[in-house]
């Protein structure tokens, strides 16, 4: 039987749980042009697990509770014009949250700091963001990392937008590190180069969260891409399943594939989970 979620019910995943039997991934599904596809039903999705067709119980496509983190490299790498940039980019996408959504402000310099809690204050953002100024050097890796954390204990869809000129320095986390940490939670990141050069580790952390990876040269591009990952993020998709084959009783990693019987539509979802 197939169980149909409210799209306004808050879901609580526990798909990378010890003992959660049901395993539920979202879903972005866009058009040619990049925009957010609506009205799809259970039918149009397939989704394997270790390339083994999975039987969908749970659907559900709509509007979920959003906790999102907005990490900020102000570092002295990044020049205080595009600092200021992506101060004025955050505030739109701040002010274009639902109301229940929950937004956090996260300062990326030699220190992690969150300075707005995970709330749905927005004055407080916007504050936070406004006071901004440059400083220290950038333990991306580190932050990153510090950053998930601070995002995941909250319900519903996590996810994580990190606007960085992408440089890594003294962080104690590596590349490699950082993008097997991810993979082993359960929130979704958006990296975005603020620059000409997008690291190759900004791509593997989207993959395997099921975000997107963007770079945005100018102001205005950097505007879109954040207007762009607001309207993918209002309008997911919730797939639920019991894996067909029985978990062997210890961690192991599990791959996820999700796409749909429709042409010239693409999906993103997390690459994968593991069983604890």
Not at 174 to 179: D, L, M, P, R
Not at 186 to 214: D, K, W
Request: net charge negative; with cysteine.
């Amino acid at each position: 039987m197939l169980a149909i979620v409210p799209p306004c019910q808050q879901v609580v995943l526990g798909q990378f749980a010890a003992g959660v039997n049901l395993v539920e991934v979202y879903a972005s599904v866009t058009d040619a042009r990049g925009e957010p596809v609506e009205g799809l039903s259970a039918q149009d999705f397939i989704v394997e697990e270790d390339g083994v067709p999975q039987n969908v119980t749970t659907f559900a496509g709509g509007e979920f509770p959003l906790a999102v983190a907005l990490g900020v490299d102000r570092s002295f790498s990044v020049s205080r014009e595009r600092l200021r940039d992506a101060v004025n980019a955050a505030r739109g996408f701040v002010s274009a949250l639902r109301p229940a959504d929950q937004v956090m402000i996260v300062a990326i310099g030699s220190d992690t700091e969150v300075v707005a809690p995970m709330s749905t204050d927005r004055a407080a953002a916007l504050v936070a963001l406004d006071r901004l100024e440059p400083w220290g050097t950038t333990p991306l890796y580190d932050a990153t990392r510090a950053a998930v954390d601070a995002v995941e204990p909250f319900s519903g869809r996590r996810a994580l937008i990190l606007m960085s000129d992408g440089n890594d320095r003294y962080s104690e986390t590596t590349a490699s590190e950082i993008v097997d940490y991810v993979r082993r939670k359960n929130v979704m990141i958006y990296p975005i180069v603020l620059g000409r050069t997008r690291p190759p580790v900004f791509a593997e952390l989207s993959t395997v969260t099921g975000g997107r990876s963007s770079q945005a040269t100018t102001a205005t591009a950097l505007t879109g891409t954040l207007s762009s990952i607001a309207r993918e993020l209002r309008f997911q998709y919730l797939l639920g399943y019991v894996p067909a084959r029985a978990s062997a009783g210890h961690e192991e990693w599990h791959t996820i594939g999700v796409r749909v019987n429709r042409p010239n539509l693409r999906v993103r979802a997390r690459e994968g989970y593991f069983t604890r």
